[in-house]
C-alpha cells in the first residue's frame, strides 16, 4: 500500500540460518541515534518480530543507548527505565540496512507505565518513569520488535526470500494497494 509509507521500498535478502530461511533475519548495518552513528559497517544479524515488544540490541550498544538517552537499566527487570519527559525531545534513532533505513522517533521508544494501582511509575527523585524500549539482548538474538515496526513499513516476500522495508506514513488515511510481481 504506497500510501502507507514514505519515499521508496529497498530490498535487503533474508539471511539463511543452517542452510535454511528459517526467520525473518536481515542485516542491520548501521545504528544512529540523532547524528551521532553508535555503530558503522557492521553486519548484525537481527530478527524481525512482532510478537517481541521490545527492540533487543547487542549489549554494549544497548548500554551505549542507555547511557545517551538517560535511561537506566534494571538488571533484575531485565528492562530500562527513562524519564517519560524524554518522549518530547525530538531525537530520533535510525537503522540501516544496506540501502534502507527506516527512522524511530524516540516517543515510539518510550513506553508509558502506569502501576496497576492507576499511579504513574516513577524514579526515586519524584520524576516520572516509562519504560524505554531497547533492551540488551544478552546471549538471545537481535530483535527488531514492535518500537522498532511501528515506524516501518515492511514488506515480506517469502517467495523470493526478501524483506523490502520504508519508512511508515503515521496516520495514512487513504489506500494505494499494489501487487508484487514475482
Do not use: W
Request: glycine share 6%.
Amino acid at each position: 500500500d504506497t500510501a502507507h509509507f514514505e519515499g521508496e521500498l529497498k530490498t535487503v535478502p533474508i539471511q539463511k540460518e543452517s542452510d535454511a530461511y528459517a526467520e525473518f533475519l536481515i542485516t542491520l548495518t548501521k545504528v544512529t541515534l540523532g547524528s551521532r552513528a553508535l555503530e558503522e559497517n557492521m553486519a548484525l544479524a537481527v530478527l524481525l518480530d512482532s510478537g517481541s515488544s521490545l527492540t533487543y540490541l547487542p549489549d554494549d550498544m544497548a548500554t551505549t543507548i542507555f547511557s545517551m538517552v538517560g535511561a537506566v537499566y534494571q538488571q533484575a527487570e531485565g528492562v530500562a527505565f527513562i524519564p517519560c519527559s524524554a518522549a518530547n525531545t525530538g531525537a530520533n534513532m535510525t537503522f540501516t540496512f544496506s540501502e534502507a533505513t527506516v527512522t524511530v522517533p524516540i516517543d515510539e521508544l518510550v513506553l508509558d507505565l502506569v502501576a496497576i494501582t492507576g499511579k504513574r511509575t516513577a524514579f526515586s527523585n519524584g520524576v516520572d518513569a516509562c519504560l524505554f524500549g531497547i533492551a540488551p539482548a544478552g546471549t538471545g538474538t537481535n530483535v527488531l520488535g514492535d518500537t522498532f515496526l511501528r515506524s516501518a513499513y515492511v514488506v515480506y516476500d517469502i517467495d523470493n526470500n526478501e524483506i523490502s522495508l520504508a519508512q511508515t506514513k503515521f496516520n495514512a488515511t487513504s489506500t494505494n494497494i499494489l501487487e508484487i510481481a514475482s
